[in-house]
């Protein structure tokens, strides 16, 4: 987007950030992280980071961007020119390509089963699993993403749609499209979760996501808590800096955040809400359930025993499509934007620059949950290990290196204007969201980090 055109409506600022952050994170990244870190004892570090870490630098990168009006790196170059301020920007390109290898793999997979949900090939019987048995789901998830070709082919096709709305700059469009959609997503998680609590055992599943074992709280716990704040709110790595360049200078910074960081919120507690009742009513839990197959299977449990299956489950995964699409959108900004204005091109070359080489890297994320699932990386599979490196390392890199610059070396009172737009408004969380920028959030970063590798 190498023209500043500002967005014109507040409606328009605050559905296109949430379109940036409801996505795949809150549906199906979500879950799986609950689940592996404790079930509610990870539910409360990640409200605690939501709120104490989320929104503050969620605030620090629309103010960036919106005093620097540029991309990422280029803000940093207008705002502190000569200092190596903007090398933040790489690191954000760096760790938004890494995000697309894998986001553009589970893409895919809520397109096949959106196709899957249409054609009703998803409700029919599996050969060789009793018919009814509650194994129909999991034995189909398991062995679809182990596969070759399927998974494969669904991440191309989500590649060059991906590519395709970019080449065309019609990402308005589908912002505008997604605005009626989300809400629309969200209904139908209200009603999920009605039916979803008329089941029987439902209770136990409700007790797991929201009565916390303290004693789960480890150092690790918090590092996965406060990466999938981060993921969640696609912060770290600049996206909203180049959000923040659009907003116009009367936008009320503080009351944007915190509108869109709750809205995500609610809707990864609400999925929570769905996901772990539903778990326990199936008899899923176990050992190996859990991670991706939390959403592909226990979604489609729930359809089943709605009345008429199919029309839900391809409503539902028509919007988790959406969602993914206006989510992978924001990421590949991030270098496009770069691309286009550092080197001066175009946006068609600048996009393809960008995607070709994601037909290869995303094919080999795929490719890892299966035939490849050997190459590991720290004990990660090519997949894991790209998820596990952006959420749990680089972002929380990216925001510690932010807040550090807005709280030492940014121009005097930037911060300040910026949350009080030139000292127009008042707001009473200026100073508090200026403290904990300047000494909570680095502070507590590197503390968590120590505390983590100490206890390896
Ligand atoms: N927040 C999105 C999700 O939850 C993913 C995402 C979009 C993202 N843009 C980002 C993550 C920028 C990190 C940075 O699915």
Same mark, same amino acid.
């Given at each position: ?7 014109? &409506?507040?409606?328009?600022? *605050?559905?296109?950030?949430? %379109? ?54 280029? &803000? ?29 793999v ?39 993403v182990a596969?070759?070709?399927?998974p ?7 590649? +060059? ?26 209904? *139908? ?15 136990? %599943? ?117 969602? +993914? ?14 691309? &286009? ?8 070359? +600048? ?14 994320s795929s490719l890892s949950n299966g035939?490849?699932s ?7 599979t090519?997949f ?40 127009? *408004?008042?707001?009473?969380? +200026? ?16 503390? *968590? ?8």
């Amino acid at each position: 987007m190498a023209n500043n055109s500002e967005f014109n &409506s507040k409606i328009g600022i *605050i559905a296109a950030t949430v %379109g940036s952050a409801v996505g795949l994170g809150n549906v199906w990244r979500f879950p799986a992280e609950t689940q592996a870190n404790g079930g509610a004892a990870f539910l409360l570090v990640y409200v605690i980071c939501v709120l104490l870490f989320g929104i503050p630098v969620m605030l620090g990168e629309f103010a960036i961007g919106r005093a620097g009006k540029s991309d990422a790196i280029g &803000s940093y170059r207008k705002l502190s020119p000569g200092k190596p301020w903007w090398i933040s920007g790489f690191l954000g390109i760096l760790c938004s390509y890494l995000i697309l290898t894998f986001y553009m793999v589970v893409s895919g997979w809520t397109l096949e089963y959106l196709y899957q949900s249409i054609s009703g090939q998803l409700f029919s019987p599996v050969p060789g699993v009793a018919e009814g048995s509650n194994l129909q789901f999991a034995e189909r998830m398991e062995e679809y993403v182990a596969g070759v070709w399927p998974p494969m082919i669904w991440t191309w096709i989500t590649v +060059a749609i991906c590519g395709a709305v970019l080449c065309m700059g019609v990402q308005k469009g589908i912002e505008r499209v997604s605005n009626i959609l989300m809400p629309l997503l969200f209904l *139908i998680l209200i009603i999920l979760c009605v039916t979803v609590m008329t089941l029987p055992n439902a209770s136990a %599943g409700l007790a797991y996501f929201f009565h916390p074992d303290f004693s789960k709280i480890t150092p690790d716990v918090c590092i996965s808590a406060l990466g999938q704040a981060f993921f969640s709110l696609s912060l770290g790595m600049g996206t909203l800096i180049t959000y923040g360049s659009y907003f116009h200078k009367d936008t009320n910074l503080t009351k944007t955040a915190f509108t869109v960081s709750i809205l995500d919120m609610m809707v990864a507690i609400l999925v929570g809400m769905i996901i772990f009742p539903g778990v326990m009513s199936f008899g899923l839990e176990g050992e190996s359930f859990g991670g991706s197959a939390l959403v592909f299977v226990t979604f489609p449990e729930i359809f089943n025993r709605m009345w008429c299956p199919q029309l839900w489950s391809s409503l539902f995964f028509i919007l988790l499509s959406v969602a +993914a699409l206006t989510s992978s959108i924001s990421i590949a900004e991030v270098s496009i934007a770069y691309f &286009s204005n550092h080197f001066k091109i175009k946006r068609v070359p +600048a996009t393809s620059l960008v995607m070709v080489p994601l037909v290869f890297l995303s094919a080999l994320s795929s490719l890892s949950n299966g035939v490849l699932s050997d190459w590991t990386i720290f004990g990660y599979t090519i997949f894991g290990a790209c998820d596990a490196f952006t959420a749990n390392i680089l972002m929380p890199l990216g925001a510690f290196i932010m807040a550090v610059y807005l709280g030492w070396f940014a121009p005097k009172g930037l911060m300040k204007d910026q949350l009080t737009n030139g000292g127009t *408004i008042r707001n009473m969380f +200026a100073a508090p969201v200026m403290f904990l920028l300047k000494w909570i959030t680095p502070i507590l970063i590197v503390i *968590i980090f120590a505390a983590s590798l100490l206890m390896k």
